[in-house]
């Protein structure tokens, strides 16, 4: 088992419904027809993934001028309130560490609350893995009037040393990636080998009750359903057979409850 120490950014909080991360929360009834929803704050979070080898940032998280530059009905929707008081360098600065110190980033996928940080790396070599299919969606939903709103071109359309991950591969030692289409076509997840081994489900898996319940997002928020369910099965088997902790992808009960920024 490699020597790995894993940080939690946490990056603030996005205020939105709950019916988007978990599908038919609130539910109009013949008895009950017009029933509150659920606003609900969703944690945003990075990591830094120190190994003996590499030390790896994942995810960048939300530009801190989300609230102007945002698309308007995208921030009415998902309000990222205090992003400006969640600078990148600042979080990192926070662990103990320089945006310096960064040898590599995973993205997890491109959608604008996990790329709105890559700016830090502009015109460095600094390698940035995505997977093949999250770079084309991303370009196809951001040049074309197809695809998702979610993904805004300046978070990385930008001079970026891109890494494209085709297939699971070993990012380093101890660190496995993993292709989990379903909340996106190319959403990558990783089991990294950590004391207690920590599957990273991200947003194929917003709250624990998705996990849980095996109840999926919001259809606006899913890209494929079958594939989704396919990913969830994958990650309880990895889960079960790792004897795994999960890391969901916006689970603020569950970020507020590590203690301190260092995973167990
Ligand atoms: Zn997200």
């Not at 009905?73 to 998902?78: I, T």
């Not at 917003?206 to 259809?219: I, K, L, R, V, W």
């Amino acid at each position: 088992m490699a020597d790995i120490d894993v940080h939690v950014l946490d990056r603030g909080r996005i205020h939105a419904d709950k019916n988007f991360a978990v599908d038919g929360t609130t539910v109009a009834t013949d008895s009950d027809p017009n029933p509150d929803f659920e606003y609900v704050p969703y944690a945003v979070w990075n990591l830094v993934i120190d190994t003996p080898e590499t030390t790896v940032l994942w995810d960048s998280g939300s530009h801190p001028d989300a609230a102007t530059y945002w698309p308007d009905p995208l921030y009415e929707a998902f309000a990222h309130v205090d992003a400006d008081e969640h600078d990148l360098a600042d979080d990192l600065d926070e662990a103990g560490y320089g945006l310096d110190d960064i040898d590599a980033v995973v993205q997890s996928h491109l959608h604008l609350d996990h790329a709105g940080g890559l700016y830090h790396f502009e015109g460095t070599d600094t390698p940035i893995y995505v997977h093949e299919e999250e770079l084309k969606f991303a370009y196809y939903s951001a040049k074309s009037d197809e695809g998702s709103i979610a993904y805004v071109p300046a978070d990385f359309d930008r001079d970026l040393n891109w890494q494209v991950v085709h297939d699971e591969r070993q990012l380093a030692e101890g660190i496995e990636l993993l292709h989990l289409p379903g909340h996106t076509p190319g959403l990558l997840g990783a089991l990294v080998h950590t004391e207690t081994p920590l599957l990273i489900a991200g947003d194929e898996v917003f709250f624990e009750t998705n996990y849980a319940n095996e109840q999926s997002m919001g259809t606006s928020l899913l890209w494929g359903s079958q594939a989704w369910a396919e990913s969830l099965w994958q990650l309880k088997d990895l889960e079960r057979r790792h004897d795994a902790t999960v890391l969901f992808g916006h689970d603020a009960d569950q970020i507020e409850a590590i203690d301190g920024d260092e995973w167990p």
